[in-house]
């Protein structure tokens, strides 16, 4: 090797390891994460942030942690604040899931995810669908056998219309080739009525999270049906979307992402330092404790799951006359 070469190849190692050394500096330099939460105290996203919290003191991965709950507008009042008050701020964050893709997808919203800069995705559960015990649907199959010769016989039940349950289901619909229009979605406030609707036999099946539902079917008070995981999942009675043919993986998942002004050392800082959390011991319990699934993803893959997950959505909330 040449003089020139062996300078070159030493040039750039040196700037690599210079770079890796800076974001280290950066993820070990936050000294108080500020966290934005788009929803109010207790919601899903402020147990995300709350957990964030527990584990950044439990494990002292930086000296203080800030919660700030902004509830409203779909969670897009918070993206809205974040984008016109965290400039520069290389250690904010702001928290969002599904949910925060799918909104702007049925309003007309100043703000969406676009506007900032997703950062990885952290945990989240995979949607199941869960019946009555009692209830006459014996299997996914029986159900899709019901729903195609009756579309209007079977009730769905679920969040808000455009909720994660609704695009869920609006997707086994039209792989089963049921028009859409047809689907027979019934909409509540949150989760404990859908329970509630579930066991009165308001409705024939509800989706969700396996905790939404877990002390039902503990209980033998519901049945799982079908889990959209990849695979089957480790203690869970149910049989995948996947593996009877319909090829659907919907998570409802939570995630971080920081303001877009932020330099790429910036962000890598922020990277490496979620890197570590989802790594840390108090977290690791916390997923075990709550039944969360590491869902983790870094920056570039997370970026594309969401383009892609909104795309999904867009096309499905079209077809069911609700995108803008």
Do not use: C
């Amino acid at each position: 090797m040449t003089m020139t070469r062996r300078t070159m190849l030493g040039a750039a190692l040196g700037a690599t390891f210079d770079s890796i050394l800076v974001r280290e500096a950066l993820a070990q330099a936050i000294r108080v994460l500020d966290v934005t939460v788009p929803g109010g105290p207790g919601s899903g996203l402020d147990q995300v942030a709350r957990a964030i919290e527990d584990a950044v003191r439990h494990d002292h991965l930086a000296p203080a942690v800030r919660v700030n709950n902004v509830p409203g507008g779909g969670g897009m009042v918070a993206i809205s604040q974040f984008v016109t008050s965290k400039r520069g701020n290389a250690q904010a964050v702001v928290v969002q899931g599904a949910g925060t893709v799918f909104f702007p997808l049925t309003n007309k919203t100043p703000v969406s995810l676009a506007d900032v800069r997703p950062l990885a995705r952290l945990a989240g559960e995979y949607e199941v669908i869960v019946v009555r015990a009692d209830s006459p649907i014996r299997s996914f199959q029986d159900l899709i056998q019901r729903f195609k010769s009756d579309p209007g016989s079977i009730a769905w039940g679920g969040g808000s219309p455009g909720s994660t349950e609704n695009i869920f289901f609006a997707r086994i619909a039209k792989i089963a080739g049921v028009d859409l229009k047809r689907l027979n979605f019934i909409p509540h406030p949150n989760t404990g009525e859908v329970v509630i609707s579930a066991l009165s036999g308001q409705v024939s099946l509800v989706g969700g999270g396996m905790q939404d539902f877990i002390t039902q079917v503990e209980a033998g008070k519901m049945r799982l049906l079908a889990v959209a995981a990849p695979e089957r999942l480790p203690g869970l009675e149910a049989p995948t979307l996947r593996e009877m043919g319909y090829d659907i993986i919907f998570a409802n998942w939570r995630g971080v992402s920081v303001h877009p002004s932020l330099t790429e050392e910036q962000a890598k800082g922020l990277s490496e330092f979620f890197a570590k959390l989802v790594q840390s011991p108090r977290w690791q319990q916390i997923m075990k404790d709550r039944g969360w699934l590491d869902l983790y993803m870094p920056e570039a893959e997370y970026q594309a799951f969401i383009k892609e997950e909104a795309r999904q959505a867009r096309e499905i909330l079209s077809e069911l006359g609700m995108a803008v």
